[in-house]
């Protein structure tokens, strides 16, 4: 029986299409604003990638944080809140202290962020029954790179071989995982560890790529895998192959070669007997009591 998370990884090519053909005219940043983009968890990790897509886009100063550690009294056009389920303590209240404009995006439309936010885009057709997010965070993203002029043809395209492509058995059965990024994608490599981490209790760990060789290469050996998401830098794929690791690299978008990272996370917790829809000691959200 195909899982929850299976089907959500697998519909995300038509996702990102229905995203990038309905870009809100005003509800997402507009040139020039300087941004704040907070979430929590994955929300946080695609709030680092849209924001260094903005800067290089040339629309504006753009900043991401995780919700609870936002300074919000720095002076910011508006804040760009990223909450899949619409209940998230730390984003409620960060929400509830800040007088600068507002924009949420959300996949469900009958939560308090539909009141905490000045303007809310809702993505109801990414929403997701499985606890891991998966297609709601690359869904979100796709419509935040179409809002920056970006055509996302090849990235679907590429979505679509992520999706079909067969994994190789050295990903399923690995000791451990470093994922890197550069630029936007180092906030894909944040993600796609907690993938892992999430689905399968995987050892992952994320690093910018050029930070690697700083100390994380000591780590790796025969087993594990070094996962670059982009273009890696000259030279590194050598060096994690001479210590016997495996040095995992395609020409596909990040955002599609996350779609893959997603999938082995998945096959890794089948075979460890794990359930990717109900992660152990995690929740859909996570709401504090006072």
Not at 29 to 39: H, I, K, L, T
Not at 104 to 131: G, H
Not at 136 to 162: K, M, P, V, W, Y
Request: contains cysteine; aromatic residues 6%.
């Amino acid at each position: 029986m195909t899982t929850h998370t299976e089907a959500e990884i697998a519909s995300q090519p038509s996702c990102w299409r229905r995203a990038v053909a309905s870009v809100p005219a005003d509800a997402l940043p507009r040139r020039g604003e300087r941004v704040a983009v907070v979430g929590c968890g994955t929300s946080w990790f695609i709030a680092m990638a849209y924001a260094t897509l903005r800067e290089q886009a040339g629309h504006g100063e753009t900043d991401a944080f995780a919700a609870s550690e936002a300074p919000i009294g720095r002076p910011y056009d508006r804040v760009l809140a990223l909450t899949r389920s619409g209940t998230t303590t730390e984003v409620l209240e960060l929400l509830s202290r800040t007088t600068t404009k507002t924009t949420a995006i959300t996949a469900d439309p009958n939560t308090p962020i539909m009141t905490s936010a000045d303007e809310v885009v809702v993505l109801d057709y990414a929403d997701e029954r499985s606890v891991v997010q998966t297609r709601f965070a690359t869904t979100q993203l796709a419509l935040l790179r179409a809002s920056l002029g970006e055509d996302l043809t090849q990235a679907i395209a590429d979505a679509e071989e992520a999706v079909a492509a067969p994994l190789p058995d050295e990903l399923v059965a690995a000791e451990q995982f470093s994922f890197l990024g550069a630029g936007w994608s180092v906030g894909l490599a944040q993600e796609a560890a907690l993938k892992m981490r999430e689905a399968s209790r995987s050892w992952t760990e994320a690093y910018p790529a050029m930070e690697y060789r700083h100390g994380p290469i000591s780590i790796a050996a025969p087993g594990r895998v070094t996962w670059m998401l982009g273009t890696a830098p000259d030279g590194l794929r050598a060096q994690v192959e001479r210590t016997g690791g495996t040095f995992v690299e395609s020409a596909l978008d990040p955002m599609a070669e996350l779609i893959r990272a997603q999938r082995v996370a998945v096959a890794r917790a089948f075979a460890r007997g794990l359930n990717p829809d109900e992660p152990m000691h995690l929740t859909r959200s996570v709401i504090l009591s006072s």
